[in-house]
């Protein structure tokens, strides 16, 4: 035995400082901890206080003994408001402020490989391209987490041969062609179905370079771990193999804590599973969803990013209003612009409609939401943690996508997995009230049935036996080795 082996597995986690990849990461942090790795979970301090306010950090230590947070700054002023279109300032922040103290912490610093802890796995997201030359210099393995979905990262991975082939940039405006050079999705992907950053004919871009970029690091990690279940996106995964042919899927991750965290507490406990949220969630909506009737109510949520226009915010409002459906709409501060003040009078030919069948939140307990039984679809904009989360309770979608991976993921909701409708590119308050009333009403039972065979089949994936519960043991023997 060499002496390495005298160290226990350490693994750091390194997310994109953003809800959605810190409350998947947080799961797969505890699922790590409980398969006793120690986890060291790397947050910029503005994340960390908002976590301390909103979830409690406590909850985390309570639980795992070899699980602690550590922090960076992320470099931006306090009212910076991190929304989506600031991502390029954080991401650039981020390079000159935390990635030079998350070096000196792994190489020579708490972490180092002299040090009493050292680190012998890095997990980082995957648009974090520094991590691949810092684990190399240290000879310690690194894992990337994409957090977003495979369908959409893949569409990255294919922007070098559209490049290649002449089909990007495109040559006219039709968003309808079809897309040729992205093996695995022939006849399924539109050029309006490409993430958003594809909508450019300029191929030095920043976001296209961070892309291109992006993608010449992937290949450089030991492993790719993926927030997704084998029976959801096969043909996507055996793509992916070409680029990375060590990859971890071991999503939904919400659903895998829950089966593993129940299986540690027997079956009659029920485990109860930390949102990881860093807005302060309003349960009164859970009261309100208790007094409606079973599948009547559509759940309307745009993310923890997305920002829209007072416009389409009308144009939403008066879709769900006339659809005559009942909504719960979470309506997050600071995510409609042109608005004069957050708490805006509803206008009158609004009023009656929103206050006889609608109720309206800040910030909502999604998970908690999704799986009341008087939800009976859900209004979306396709971020990933969102899809999965409603893959997994079992309802249907209407998507209007805004970023990233979030075109492919409506697209593949839509035509491929038949889960839902497909909104993109269009806010108007007809189609709005269409949709609601085609998800909702005419073809209810067709939606509900697809998505109920989905959802147990992502259930099957995490339970014992299933590809992400395989997929999850084989990551953490992995990590074990890794220290050898
Ligand atoms: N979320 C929540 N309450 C809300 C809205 C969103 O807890 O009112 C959570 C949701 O459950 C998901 C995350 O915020 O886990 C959003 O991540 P997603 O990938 O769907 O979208 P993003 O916010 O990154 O655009």
Same mark, same amino acid.
């Given at each position: ?14 997310? @994109? ?8 990461? @947080? ?54 408001? !991190? ?27 708490? =972490? ?7 680190? $012998? ?22 894992? =990337? ?53 594809? *909508? ?6 920043? $976001? ?10 992937? #290949? ?31 999503? #939904?991750?919400?659903?895998? @804590? ?6 540690? $507490? ?7 599973? $930390? ?17 409606? #009737?079973?599948?009547?109510?559509? =759940? ?25 459906? *009942? ?111 085609? @998800? ?9 049935? !697809? ?22 043991? !084989? ?10």
């Amino acid at each position: 035995m060499s002496d390495q082996r005298a160290v226990s597995p350490h693994v750091l986690i390194f997310p @994109l400082p953003l809800q959605g990849p810190v409350n998947c990461m @947080l799961k797969l942090a505890e699922l790590l901890c409980l398969g006793q790795i120690q986890v060291t979970f790397l947050n910029t301090l503005h994340i960390q206080e908002r976590l301390r306010n909103c979830t409690g950090a406590e909850v985390y230590f309570k639980r795992y003994s070899n699980f602690r947070f550590d922090t960076v700054p992320d470099g931006l002023p306090e009212e910076n408001p !991190r929304t989506a279109d600031e991502i390029w300032n954080l991401l650039q922040s981020i390079d000159a402020v935390a990635v030079p103290i998350f070096r000196c912490m792994v190489t020579s610093g708490v =972490y180092g490989p002299g040090s009493e802890n050292p680190v $012998t796995c890095i997990i980082a997201d995957g648009i974090f391209t520094f991590a691949a030359g810092i684990a190399g210099e240290i000879g310690v393995p690194l894992l =990337y987490f994409d957090t977003i979905s495979p369908c959409g990262l893949w569409t990255y991975l294919c922007l070098p041969k559209l490049i290649e082939a002449g089909e990007f940039p495109f040559k006219d405006d039709n968003l309808d062609e079809i897309i040729r050079n992205a093996p695995g999705m022939e006849g399924i992907i539109r050029r309006r179905d490409l993430p958003s950053f594809y *909508r450019t004919n300029d191929v030095n871009h920043v $976001t296209i370079q961070l892309v291109l970029k992006e993608d010449k690091h992937i #290949p450089l990690a030991q492993g790719l771990i993926f927030n997704t279940f084998e029976e959801l996106e096969a043909p996507i995964l055996s793509q992916m193999l070409n680029v990375c042919p060590n990859i971890y899927a071991v999503g #939904p991750l919400h659903a895998h @804590l829950k089966t593993r965290l129940a299986a540690e $507490t027997g079956p009659e406990a029920q485990p109860t599973i $930390t949102s990881n949220s860093i807005w302060r969630e309003d349960s009164s909506c859970i009261s309100w969803l208790d007094t409606q #009737p079973s599948k009547s109510v559509i =759940y309307v949520s745009i993310g923890s990013l997305a920002v829209i226009t007072k416009d389409q915010l009308f144009e939403i409002w008066h879709g769900l209003v006339n659809s005559g459906s *009942r909504f719960l709409w979470v309506r997050r501060p600071g995510s409609v612009t042109g608005l004069d003040s957050e708490t805006e009078e509803i206008p009158s030919e609004l009023s009656r409609g929103t206050k006889e069948r609608g109720y309206i939140v800040t910030w909502a307990p999604q998970d908690e939401v999704l799986g009341h039984p008087a939800i009976g679809g859900f209004l979306t904009h396709s971020g990933w943690n969102s899809t999965l989360e409603s893959i997994v309770e079992g309802k249907p979608m209407i998507c209007w996508p805004y970023f990233v991976d979030q075109q492919v993921n409506s697209r593949y909701v839509g035509e491929v997995w038949k889960l839902g409708l497909d909104m993109k590119d269009t806010c108007d308050r007809v189609v709005v009230e269409k949709m609601i009333r085609e @998800l909702m009403e005419s073809r209810k039972n067709e939606f509900l049935e !697809r998505a109920d065979e989905m959802a147990k089949l992502a259930k099957a994936s995490v339970s014992e036996g299933g590809s992400s519960y395989a997929d999850l043991d !084989r990551l953490i023997d992995d990590i074990k080795f890794m220290n050898i």
